[in-house]
């Protein structure tokens, strides 16, 4: 057996705050991995199932024999002179599990769910959905397009060309380029190319009356700009010539990337869907509800940088002092043993990611939830940096990559130790044993809810805690009581997160004062809001799980 075992991949920037890739302790066996071929001779013996995203080919599947992968330790384990075998997705159709289950084990469904693939042949192997299974998929696909049914009635109870039909029109649209995104970044293309059909002939009506254009002028702004002298000196200086950067920027985020880790090719995607996540934060949450007493926080211009630099300790650290500007204070030796860190170089925001790659980073992850921790200081902090609360960064983090890539595999805290049992992986583990094939059904949604039930905080036990305090349930809480504000409570629930970030200025009055506001806002008498809104959200996620 071979082991297989990246480098740490942990981010701990300026204000404390730390990212951690892997995400949560995954349901037993309930894991999709993604398989890297060594050439592309070796490909063409699988070329039937693979896939590439970010430039990186693979073959994506459940585990079956030969190969496993431990969530704790993030190695792999596979036969290097043997035959190992995987479950893998139909591409076209993500409704189809390629097994069924007999006894509590997986047994195949067909002759086509299957695949084996020689040792001799894998490159690497990596966690590409870590808390997901191909029968969670499946149902996270039911669930998105029954959203779509729903959006498409929405439009249709308007009369065409007005106000309200354009708006769902609009909707309909950034959910169907979701999909698609979903679709593409998890092990569907050709699925997503079929999306990609009906998009185009729902552009031709928006295109013609005009609406589309704010999201065309983002995405069409994407371009090359000349390579700061100053980050040229700089990796001249403290790379010893081996690297070289390239700058590439949209309307909103820059990618400095260097070229010999991020190809062109690869940033522009990586902007493409930063703009893409904008867009639909923007649809979704700020458009139907916009008003002098709901103001659109989000900048016409840039304000989020994402520095992609390679795997070389010493440039890391002095491209952050010399081209940056930046110090890395008391705790420095330990923070250059992580893979980033991160500031706000505003006003009133430029927030800078800045990361050190190495082999199997999810780009696509970095993007969409460093994103996610920016549009909830700009949208729900009022457009400061820092304004905002650690459990809405996590939560906004969360939603817009389980939304887009389907996986969240970047998890924010304080000072991790993959040693220590932070998670009670121990415990769960055990209880797991005793469900039967339980685990082995559980998709990403199923794990996160389950786990909030169970374990995650009433909101006002929630919110008052910092990053460093967040624990596993309380990630899995923020993540879906997020999702219900967003998909079950309208205006009311944007601005109720609105009104907890600006009463938690006040740490004395805090709780008391959002209590009254929440109250206030949703005409409650004589009930505890607090109480009140859990069960709320209780009943959503038992309703939509």
């Not at 390629?98 to 086509?112: D, H, L, M, Q, T």
């Not at 996270?140 to 729903?150: I, P, W």
């Not at 009022?382 to 970047?410: F, H, K, P």
Request: proline residues 4%; neutral net charge.
């Amino acid at each position: 057996m071979v082991s297989m075992k990246p480098s740490s991949t942990c981010l701990s920037p300026l204000l404390a705050l730390s990212l951690a890739l892997g995400g949560l302790s995954a349901p037993a066996n309930a894991q999709i991995l993604g398989v890297e071929i060594k050439d592309e001779k070796a490909a063409k013996k699988y070329k039937k199932n693979i896939v590439e995203i970010n430039g990186r080919k693979m073959i994506v599947g459940e585990p079956l024999a030969g190969i496993s992968w431990d969530s704790a330790t993030r190695t792999s384990n596979y036969q290097a002179s043997g035959t190992n075998v995987l479950f893998v997705p139909d591409p076209k159709d993500p409704r189809k599990v390629p097994y069924r289950f007999k006894r509590g084990e997986r047994v195949a469904s067909g002759s086509k769910g299957k695949v084996s693939i020689q040792g001799a042949d894998i490159a690497a192997i990596h966690a590409h959905l870590p808390e997901q299974s191909l029968m969670g998929l499946a149902e996270e696909y039911e669930l998105r397009m029954t959203e779509l049914e729903e959006l498409e009635d929405s439009r249709k109870s308007h009369s065409k060309g007005t106000v309200e039909w354009f708006a769902a029109q609009e909707r309909l649209v950034v959910h169907l380029e979701r999909l698609e995104n979903w679709l593409r970044r998890t092990a569907f293309p050709a699925a997503a190319d079929s999306i990609s059909k009906d998009i185009k002939k729902e552009h031709k009506v928006k295109l013609v009356d005009g609406v589309n254009a704010r999201a065309l002028r983002a995405r069409e702004s994407i371009e090359k700009v000349p390579t700061p002298a100053l980050l040229e000196s700089s990796a001249q200086e403290h790379g010893g010539g081996k690297w070289s950067f390239r700058v590439h920027q949209s309307q909103h985020v820059r990618i400095t990337h260097c070229v010999e880790m991020v190809s062109d090719e690869v940033a522009v995607g990586l902007l493409d869907l930063a703009e893409r996540l904008i867009e639909g934060f923007r649809v979704d949450l700020i458009d139907p509800y916009r008003s002098d007493s709901y103001p659109d926080n989000i900048p016409d211009g840039w304000f989020q940088e994402f520095y992609l630099g390679p795997d070389d300790v010493h440039m890391h650290e002095k491209i952050w002092e010399s081209y940056y500007g930046q110090n890395w204070g008391p705790r420095k030796e330990e923070r250059l043993q992580m893979a980033g860190t991160s500031t706000n170089m505003g006003p009133p925001v430029r927030r800078v990611n800045y990361w050190r790659l190495n082999y199997g980073t999810d780009l696509d992850g970095l993007v969409a939830h460093g994103l996610g921790h920016t549009l909830a200081d700009l949208h729900y902090g009022g457009g400061l940096y820092g304004m905002t609360q650690d459990w809405l960064e996590e939560a906004v983090g969360y939603y817009l990559s389980i939304e887009y890539l389907g996986r969240n595999n970047v998890t924010c805290h304080g000072h991790y130790d993959p040693e220590k049992d932070r998670y009670g992986r121990a415990k769960r583990e055990e209880e797991e044993k005793k469900k039967g094939d339980k685990p082995l059904r559980m998709g990403l949604r199923d794990f996160f809810v389950e786990h909030a039930l169970a374990d995650g905080p009433r909101y006002d036990k929630l919110i008052p805690k910092i990053r460093f305090e967040l624990n596993e349930a309380d990630l899995c809480k923020s993540w879906s009581f997020y999702e219900f504000i967003v998909k079950s409570e309208g205006e009311k629930g944007q601005r109720f997160l609105r009104a907890t970030c600006k009463r938690a200025r006040n740490k004395s009055t805090f709780i008391n004062s959002l209590r009254e506001d929440g109250a206030s806002l949703y005409d409650l008498k004589g009930q505890n809001f607090y109480v009140w809104i859990d069960d709320r959200w209780r009943a959503w996620v038992t309703k939509n799980p």
